[in-house]
């Protein structure tokens, strides 16, 4: 059973900047290399919104609102995905989601992805 654990949230400063990780466990007949990772959020009292994603090929989406801000990326000799937070907002406050797809797909729909890690929140002070 592949697992998720995401890391590396915290309180910050408007400004500042927070790297977050995906360590992925378990896998037995995939690779890691061949899954397509995802970054969603979610912010309390709202729905669940795409964050960034990046395929086997290491192919990348933004959403619009994190675009030229944060940074996805892939380490397959890890295990691990990571999201590259800077110039952080109060907005930016939420539960971090990683997940992955097995096909290896980036994709903006949560609803592709197979595995889900348990979130890491993430605030940002003003």
């Known amino acids: 059973q592949v697992q998720l654990v995401e890391s590396g949230g915290g309180l910050v400063q408007a400004g500042g900047s927070l790297r977050l990780s995906c360590a992925a466990s378990?896998?037995?007949?995939?690779?890691?290399?061949?899954?397509?990772m995802g970054w969603f959020r979610q912010a309390p009292g709202k729905e669940r919104e795409f964050v960034a994603a990046i395929s086997r090929s290491t192919s990348t989406v933004y959403a619009d609102s994190v675009k030229g801000r944060f940074t996805i990326s892939k380490d397959n000799a890890k295990n691990t995905a990571c999201l590259e937070m800077n110039s952080l907002q109060p907005e930016d406050t939420a539960v971090y989601y990683c997940?992955?797809?097995?096909w290896g797909l980036g994709s903006r729909s949560a609803s592709v992805y197979g595995y889900w890690g348990q979130g890491t929140q993430v605030t940002v002070s003003s």
């Open positions: 378990g896998l037995t007949f995939i690779t890691f290399s061949n899954y397509g």
């Open positions: 997940a992955a797809h097995q």
